[in-house]
């Protein structure tokens, strides 16, 4: 690790904390599972509300498998992209109630050979789930590990792999929540505030961004 990119992390650690707190509401491994599936090009705060009265209706992971899709459908519309979003429950439980005893599963290849469970998906029941260190690569974390340096990749993948190989492992389920929150109040995609911004002296973006 670089000199630059150590006093990076300690900024973001002082600032933020180094403990990543899920901001997703969820009682159990199953439940954080369908929250993040319905995040997908959602806020947490709308899926919030509507896991609130879903995970009252359905409690376990087989009522989820037996759910009816139209009634799913109507139950989660507000997330968007509703339909596949119920399908890929409906499809990914029934597979956790035939193939896996109703668990939730930790390796990343049973997590992402779900129905609609990407990487992203998938290391965050990683981290919060099975505490296993791991990079969850969402929009604010692919724009600004570009911006700070941390790689030159545009592909998720790729930039997880980048992360997991300049960050200590230490810091690997922090930094998601951490790039969230410079995300949305300083660093954020139209407009940066490099002026008020903790890390401007050593970001490389700064000059073209201020
Ligand atoms: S200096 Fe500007 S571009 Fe760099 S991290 Fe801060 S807000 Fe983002």
Redesign the pocket.
Known sequence: MTKKTAAILERLNNEYGIIPEPTLDYNNPHELLVATMLSAQCTDERVNLVTKDLFRKYRTVSDFAKADLHTLEDDIHSVGFYHSKAVHIIEAFRILNESYNDEVPSSIEDLTSLPGVGRKTANVIRTHVFHIPSVVVDTHVKR?SN??GFTKEADPVKIEFDLMKKLPEKQWSAINLQLIT?GRT??TARK???KE?F??DL?P??SR??
Request: glycine share 0%; charged share 25%; hydrophobic share 30%.
């Open positions: 600004i911006r700070l410079l300083i660093c940066p505030k490099c911004c890390l401007s970001c973006s700064r961004s201020d």
